[in-house]
């Protein structure tokens, strides 16, 4: 028996985490497969709450209705969302999350220097835009270029700090 | 009687919502400013600025309030245009270009970078 988070009770508020008791050999498949592997992935190297937290808010897109934004936004389509959660099992770091109103999933990193990046997540592509000392890019981007992006962006600064 | 044309000093106004999913440091992100059916916003039309402000509130649930001036729009790149409804003579839409319609991600930051928070609730 192995111990997993219930990530309904997760609050940006109230950071309670009620534990559950969980069969290991659930399907990987599964959300809650999935959330163990994303723990087990990150737990030494970075915040398994922030990871949570984020995918809690994807799964709360799930709900949106019709007009969710009071703009006529339409819904999220069930593939969007399960594409920005495996994107999101595999960064290096947690971005903040938010849904737009053209259906895709905008990832955000911001430093404190004001420095950008930020991943635009469709259903079929993603746009990267990322503003480094001024100097802005925007193009296309693919899934497997991510991880590296994000370690490059907080890479530099590490090397100007060193 | 409203202009066609939307003037450099207007003031156009943006409601925000669901606030829980777009807000972040006490500012909008920028994907609150993205929107396949371009960026729906109300004309300031000579009205007072608590007249905007009420008559969003009423027309919207739990919200946010900014505002940017027309000329901003069109020195960071967009195009404002106005859109007329038959319920609301003040709705007007922000577009890419005079022929796109959705922001890029870059004329989205550089919109969330320019405008004031206005109501808060």
Known sequence: MCEVLELENISTKSPVIE???????APLHSFAGKAILYLAHNIST?????????LAKLESFRHFQVNWDGNGALPFMEAQIEKAKLILFNLPK??????????????EY???NGDYLEFEI?????????IVSGRETEHQIDES?????????????????? | MLQPEISDPELLYKAI???E??????????AAFKDSKGLSVDRDGGRPKQEIIDNLKSRFETIAIVSVLAKTCREIGTYPVSRPLEANIYHAEIHRSETEISLTSSLAKKLRDSVIIESLE
């Open chain 1, 110 to 112: 911001e430093k404190e």
């Open chain 1, 46 to 54: 970075q915040l398994p709450y922030a990871g949570l937290k984020n």
């Open chain 1, 145 to 162: 270029e991510i991880f590296s992006v994000v370690n490059n962006f907080y890479a530099s600064a590490r090397n100007l700090r060193s």
């Open chain 2, 17 to 19: 919502k669901p606030l």
């Open chain 2, 21 to 30: 999913h777009f807000w972040k440091d006490g500012y909008p992100s920028s």
């Open chain 1, 19 to 25: 534990s559950k008791y969980f069969i290991p050999n």
């Open chain 1, 94 to 107: 947690q971005p903040e999350i938010f849904p737009t109103a053209r259906q895709s999933v905008q990832f």
């Open chain 1, 122 to 130: 469709f259903e079929d592509s993603i746009s990267c835009l990322q």
